[in-house]
């Protein structure tokens, strides 16, 4: 298991903590003095009996830990005990009584029903419009089943404390959100029907794509080209991000009044989220009679937006003071964190990014792989605070749903994904696997690179600094620095060498245009190379208008490294189109870098505004956002390894030679395809054949787990006492006549090296090995003989032994 501690913070939470129950006496209405009075009982009564820690600002685990306690100590009570503190919230069912709740007599107003305190049934309700016996409020309520009971008495415990925690809180929006849902309960446990939210809220989820599902984009988006190693670092880090937010305890409305990052209407759409986020995300947390989602899985950008930059903080903060409690090999989480909030926040904050885009969808064998790894490092230990595990049964899961159902659902969903997928995600990954180690082990060719290509070396150079990437541009209202002059100027020499036809004075023109832009590409200082452009925002499309390498550099990967470079310039800046007017000797570069003499814009975008040549073909090419192109070439070189790396490894499958089947030699007349041994390794799927409605058991399709079902089962029947005229192949030397009548000869013996040598591929076939010893035997043999019976009874204990694993047809 990975994944490192989870990082969180003190939360404040509804904590069960019902210490100041004394100043509920002062409220007015009557259900509010029940919860009140029921949870000033059950807080004196927890302080006596030592089982709860004493009152402190308590964390979200030790809130949910005591909150559990006590819904467990009340489930343990005896039954009479459990009716009376039911009937404190139960409605008087005297016909004409409108009483909601038996009220403590007087004289016990002080004992508690938690405790040792059971009233007689007989007891009169104090209500003075009341004055029934408890046994009227409970008349309704004998009948139900523990676990409803249960399930209402875990209602008024969430009512309780959430009741005491409105008492305590002193910000009026929370304060409303926890009377509202006060209200709630109340009212469904006096009507006995599940919580549900309805209203203005609306439902989750809130927004689509979710924050969960656009952090796994980022992940795809930012950093699918690393390594396995660094891929699997970078999820982790996503991970402990969404389990902070998860846990984050989101600052009140009232407290964001000041908060200069936030608009008007930022602050109006805070204020609802905030409320929903009370709702339906913290408050369930630890009143799981309410429905629990989980916030990442609801809120989408729009939430993220507004709490980013001060929770980003929190978390640095937290990865700072919090390193040394991370297990060694989990630090690079830590370091990392920094690098992938920035990452998340460029992309916050970009309103074209892919990953906010619910269109966007990382490919499938990726989302597989995520989700396995999620559930490798995030099982529901870690998604609570660090140290403590949750109290089972304390939280539901992230979607609402038990636990169970959750896991049942994900495992179906993964199975309809890998089902999608051509290959099994770990026949992907170990092809992946593969090619990393083989590039890790060839020495030779890091020191010697071959084949290498010409993007690899460049990006190595710009690793290195050797080489440096600029954009450089005049200016008339600041001012420019004498870098950026001596840079232009030699851009200027090199287009003007690199473009012998175009007039010196117009090249000079545009490099020190204001409007354009050069991108250069420096090495040792000097420009050796750039790309001169114009920039139309507002039309949406950048203007290549030079485009050079000095002579000396050129066809060493340079052009397209700063073709790529300025095509993520461009995109980052919202534009998604290149145009150029390309001589007849540019044609060929331009296509490519990925240019099309096909233009794919109207021309009234840019018809007037881009330079016209008349000798020169226009030329477009359509940036893809979601696309790091600087990262391109490698990521589809990686990709096309691991292709091969997987043509290799089906290869190698087919190539191999197996010992051939000898069951129709033996007199077996058919056997079905998918006992053919290799034909599943080499893709065949039983599900290309039509299921047979009448096959009347379906045996496990993984070939190991049949091979061990058939040890033990021939290990049982070899250990059994009629086994031993079977254990080895018969003689000619014992029963010189034996093989004159029996063709097929069969023994526990032999069947032991077949499965060995895995020629039991299925059920069948092991079972028409194991019928041919004792029809051997009947046939050789007569009924009389101590060998008949021997085959009879081993027969009997066989099937047995086969039913018992489920191998054996009814
Ligand atoms: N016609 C066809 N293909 C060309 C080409 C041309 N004129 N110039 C370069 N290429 C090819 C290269 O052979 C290479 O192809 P490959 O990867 O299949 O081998 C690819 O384009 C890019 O090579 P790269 O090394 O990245 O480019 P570079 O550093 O050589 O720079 C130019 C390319 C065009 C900028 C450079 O050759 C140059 O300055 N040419 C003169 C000026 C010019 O014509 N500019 C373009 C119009 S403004």
């Not at 009233?119 to 003075?128: D, F």
């Not at 490919?363 to 995520?370: E, G, I, K, R, Y």
């Not at 995030?378 to 959750?406: F, N, Q």
Request: proline share 6%; hydrophobic share 35%; aromatic share 8%.
């Amino acid at each position: 298991m990975s994944g490192g501690p989870a990082i969180t913070l003190k939360s404040q939470p509804i904590d069960g903590n019902n210490g100041n129950s004394g100043n509920a006496a002062a409220q007015q209405q009557q259900t509010a003095n029940n919860a009140a009075a029921a949870a000033s009982s059950s807080s004196s009564s927890q302080a006596s009996s030592g089982t709860v820690p004493p009152a402190q600002e308590g964390t979200r685990q030790s809130s949910l830990q005591r909150i559990q306690l006590r819904k467990q100590k009340v489930f343990n009570l005896p039954e009479a005990q459990k009716l009376a503190k039911l009937s404190m919230y139960s409605a008087c069912q005297f016909e004409g009584c409108r009483c909601t709740g038996w009220k403590t007599p007087q004289e016990n107003r002080h004992r508690d029903v938690e405790s040792s305190y059971c009233p007689e049934p007989t007891e009169e309700c104090r209500n003075a419009s009341c004055r029934h016996p408890l046994r009227s409020h409970i008349s309704h309520l004998t009948e139900i089943s523990r676990s409803s009971m249960d399930e209402l008495l875990g209602a008024i415990i969430d009512m309780e404390n959430l009741f005491m925690s409105m008492q305590r809180v002193e910000d009026e929006d929370t304060k409303k959100v926890y009377l509202y849902l006060f209200r709630l309960l109340r009212q469904c446990v006096l009507t006995r029907q599940q919580a549900v939210i309805r209203g203005p809220l609306g439902d989750p989820p809130f927004e689509s794509p979710c924050i969960t599902k656009a952090v796994l984009s980022l992940v795809f988006y930012k950093y699918s080209h690393l390594n396995p190693t660094e891929l699997q670092t970078m999820t982790e880090v996503a991970k402990t991000f969404l389990n902070f937010l998860n846990h984050y305890n989101f600052e009140s409305p009232s407290a964001r009044r000041g908060d200069p990052t936030l608009t008007h209407e930022d602050a109006s759409t805070y204020k609802i989220n905030y409320t929903r986020w009370l709702v339906f995300c913290h408050v369930p947390a630890f009143c799981n009679s309410l429905r629990q989602f989980e916030t990442s899985l609801v809120f989408g950008r729009t939430l993220l937006r507004t709490v980013f930059q001060y929770m980003s903080q929190q978390l640095k903060k937290k990865c700072i003071s919090e390193r040394d409690r991370f297990p060694e090999d989990k630090r690079s989480i830590i370091t990392q964190m920094p690098k992938f909030l920035e990452a998340l926040r460029a992309e916050l904050l970009k309103d074209d990014s892919p990953i906010w885009d619910s269109t966007y969808r990382p490919p499938n064998s990726f989302v597989v792989q995520q989700r396995k790894r999620h559930q490798e490092v995030a099982p529901p230990a870690t998604i609570a605070s660090a140290g403590a595990a949750a109290p089972s049964g304390s939280k539901r899961s992230s979607v609402g749903e038990p636990a169970h159902k959750r896991v049942k659902k994900e495992v179906a969903e993964r199975v309809t994904s890998e089902n999608q997928d051509d290959l099994p995600i770990e026949v992907v990954m170990r092809a992946m696997k593969s090619v990393a180690e083989s590039k890790t082990s060839n020495k030779s060719e890091i020191l010697f690179p071959i084949n290498v290509s010409r993007d690899e070396n460049v990006k190595a150079e710009e690793q290195k600094r050797a080489i440096e990437f600029h954009v450089v541009g005049n200016s008339l209202t600041k001012p420019v620095d004498k870098q950026t002059i001596l840079w232009l100027l030699g851009l200027q020499l090199v287009f003007a060498y690199q473009l012998p036809e175009m007039p010196r004075e117009y090249i000079s023109q545009l490099v020190f245009d204001t409007k354009h832009k050069t991108l250069a590409l420096i090495k040792e200082n000097q420009p050796i190379g750039g790309i001169c452009f114009r920039p139309f925002p507002t039309q949406g499309f950048t203007e290549i208008v030079f485009c050079a390498v000095t002579m000396a550099e050129q066809v060493k990967g340079y052009g397209t490294h700063l073709m790529n470079h300025l095509k993520d310039y461009s995109i980052q800046r919202g534009i998604k189109h290149l145009l150029t007017f390309a001589d007849c000797d540019a044609i060929g570069y331009f296509k490519k870098q990925g240019f099309s003499k096909d233009i794919k814009l109207a021309r009234p975008v840019y018809a007037g505004y881009i330079k016209e040549y008349d000798s020169a073909t226009l030329m477009h090419c359509e940036l893809h956002p979601s696309i790091v192109n600087t990262q391109f070439i490698a990521v589809i070189r990686n990709q096309s390894e691991i292709l091969k790396e997987l043509i290799a490894q089906r290869h190698n499958e087919v190539q191999k030679v197996r010992t051939g089947l000898t069951c129709f030699k033996e007199g077996l007349p058919s056997i079905p395809v998918e006992s053919i041994p290799g034909l599943r390794e080499i893709g065949w799927k039983p599900q290309m054949r039509p299921v047979r409605a009448s096959r009347p058991l379906e045996e496990s399709t993984d070939p190991e787990k049949l091979a061990t079902q058939f040890a033990s089962v021939l290990q049982s029947v070899r250990q059994h006492t009629a086994a031993w005229p079977f254990l080895r192949p018969v003689t000619a030397a014992e029963v010189p006549d034996y093989y004159d009548h029996i063709k097929y000869p069969m023994d526990l013996k032999t069947m032991g090296e077949r499965l060995k040598k895995g020629y039991y591929q299925t059920r069948r076939l092991f079972m028409a090995d194991m019928a041919r010893i004792f029809s051997n035997c009947r046939f050789y043999n007569s009924p009389e003989t101590e060998y008949y019976r021997c085959a009879n009874s081993l027969e009997r204990y066989f099937q047995t032994k086969m039913r018992e694993l489920g191998l054996w047809d009814k």
